[in-house]
């Protein structure tokens, strides 16, 4: 079982940044896909990014494209999620996770997830 801790999220005004922070156990990090997902309140949990074991390939949605980025530290088993020109819609409680593409969709590969880390963007 992988434990995962998110953090670097806060309150901050549409237009700033923030960049988020995922540290994970365990020796095999390094063979996963990581993942950022955002819940907002009274919605579903949402996928935002992902990144290739080695860092090379990454996905974003829609929402987020051009915005945030995604990258990883291996040796620091961490992975980030930079996010620049936030909106109000950017708020939600992000979290990190081991992913497969499944269905259509990335979803976390064994249903480990953090605790989440609240960002929230005021107009």
């Known amino acids: 079982q992988v434990q995962l801790v998110e953090s670097g999220g806060g309150l901050v005004q549409a237009g700033d940044s923030l960049r988020l922070s995922c540290a994970a156990s365990?020796?095999?990090?390094?063979?996963?896909?990581m993942g950022w997902f955002r819940q907002a309140p009274g919605k579903e949990r949402e996928f935002v990014a992902h990144i290739s074991p080695s860092g090379g390939t990454t996905i974003y949605a829609d929402s987020v494209k051009g915005r945030f980025t995604i990258s990883r530290d291996n040796a620091k088993n961490t992975v980030y999620l930079q996010m620049n020109s936030l909106k109000p819609e950017d708020t939600g409680v992000y979290y990190c996770?081991?992913?497969?593409?499944?269905?259509?969709?990335?979803?976390?590969?064994?249903?480990?997830w953090g605790q989440g880390t609240q960002v929230t963007v005021s107009s």
């Open positions: 996770t081991a992913v497969i593409f499944r269905g259509g969709n990335y979803r976390s590969l064994n249903g480990d």
């Open positions: 365990g020796r095999a990090f390094g063979s996963y896909r």
